[in-house]
């Protein structure tokens, strides 16, 4: 893929009548809110979908399927996760937020704690709030290296009521990919205290620095009290078409998850699966693409708050698509989504990432560089 047909991406061409992204705000604002790149979905993928449409669309089949399962079992392994057993490793999802909350459904009851380190992915605060259970914060630390585990703060925060930690890895929103030293200690950690883990890897076909490790993959006790959530929307850029899995080496998990979400979940839609296929076919070159246009932009914004906002702090993301940036020192606080829309410009609001957040702010780059430079340019004008 040539860089040409993204940075020709225009608003006019983004802008249509079913995209949340583009029609949550009033037109002429600027949307690099939302967790959707503005790229079109890979060739062999439209392919895959027009081919499935001309055979009507009946139910999938429901017993998996199982070209699918094969290839997202040996795309697991080569990623890490070795040793997956060949029955009960795999339950499909409607998403993978629906995992998140099948998963603390599955593995904690009402009453108990679930620990978390924040800022995190708003969803994974409502799966523990929505459910009656409670959020016990591990904010990471900020150093001059970028983000990083807190090792005191979980201590501080694990409870006797503890029973679940949940991981995001790579991480939204501060793009780290942890380290398998990292995930080892985070490993110890769950072990000394009983937890849980479930660990949403949605973003690991992101990476884009260093070496992406699975959870699962560190400690052989802790992969039997590891739940995995994986999907291809983030990387291929099918959110429309909701679809994810959950994962374990333990399939006596897999089976409490499946049973916590009977009834609820509807079964994969046959266009989710044969996307889900047509993206585990393809030969690397758009997703190839894809992160090249990303580095460029994750560095352009870099370049754009060294030399022109200074006071924003950033920390350069090793994955995903999404710069998390500490606005406070600009004198902004609760609020900052609002003033920024004033400006034309809409971003995540950093306190839904965790009540501390507040004067943060959550930009994702994952659009043409005339449109990110127009941003950028908005925020400037906004914060100046
Ligand atoms: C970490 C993470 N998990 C889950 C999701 C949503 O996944 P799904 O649309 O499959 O529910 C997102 C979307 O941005 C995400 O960033």
Known sequence: MTHAPLDALTPDDLRHADSYKWTKYPEGVLPLWVADMDFPVAPGITRALTERLSRGLGYHQLHGD???MARLHAKLRGQGLTDLPDEGWVHFLPGVVPGLYAAVRALTSAGDDVITMTPIYPPFLSAIT???RTVREAPLQVTADGWRIDWAALDAAVTPATRLLMLCNPHNPTGRVWTADE????ADFAAQHRLWVVTDELHADLTLDGTFTPFAAVRDDLRERTITLTGP????NTAGLGIGAAV???PALIARLARAGQGLMGHPSALSVTMWRAALEEDGTWLAGVLAYLRGNRDFVADFL???LPQVHFHAPEATYLAWLDLRATGHGAGIAEHLLAYGLA???GATFGAAYAGYARLNFATSRAILTEALTRLERALT
């Open 66 to 68: 199982a070209p699918l």
């Open 130 to 132: 929505d459910q009656g």
């Open 233 to 236: 929307c983030k990387a291929y």
């Open 183 to 186: 995930l080892t200690r985070l």
């Open 306 to 308: 060294r030399e022109r």
């Open 347 to 349: 971003l995540n609001d």
């Open 248 to 250: 374990s080496h333990n």
